[in-house]
């Protein structure tokens, strides 16, 4: 008799920012980065739901000192393996960069459409991300990121917009800004 099984996908809900992209872009091809892929959670969706060309996976993968949140800073090993499991069909799109975001830009060797901020979110590290990354995005390129209740996120996000003079985007978690 043949086997039956139930299996179970568990689904991550599609992130506010990654819809807006999905609308914005209507299914051109992107070049995209995320900073902090752990396990490729987010990464998985994106690549999903937006025509991706070529994503660039940073993350360290390591733990460190300045960096505390509980499930991500240990079984590093494990969380790169998830990520690599989980996005296997995307291997010809995917480009791990096992290294911090304030060097990993300098193996970047183009501009970005779509740069995803969910790293080390303490202040001095959300804006170093965003003044590093700005850079790396394309003209009409979409600046986005994670977790704004994050004390050290939402400090950031307000300086830069303050400081560049940009149109800022918040909804549920996620923050996005378009760079004119
Ligand atoms: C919250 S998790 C990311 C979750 C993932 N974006 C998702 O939604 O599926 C944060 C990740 O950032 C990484 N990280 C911490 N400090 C970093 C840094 N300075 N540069 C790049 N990544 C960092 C951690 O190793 C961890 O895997």
Redesign the pocket.
Known sequence: MKKFEIGIVIKYPLRTSVKFARNYFRGKEIVVA??????????LNMLEKLKIKRIYL????EAYGD?K?DT?SKN?DK?FKSAKRRLKKYSNRTIYIKK??DEAWKFIPEELDFIYL???HEYK?VKKDMEIYWKKLKKEGILAG?DISWPGVSKSFCEFVQEKDLNPNIQAMDWWIVKK
Request: glycine share 12%; aromatic share 20%; proline share 4%.
């Open positions: 995320e900073i902090g892929t752990y396990k490729g959670e987010n990464a940073i993350d360290p993968y960096y949140e991500a590093t969380n911090f975001s969910d790293g080390n590290y994670h």
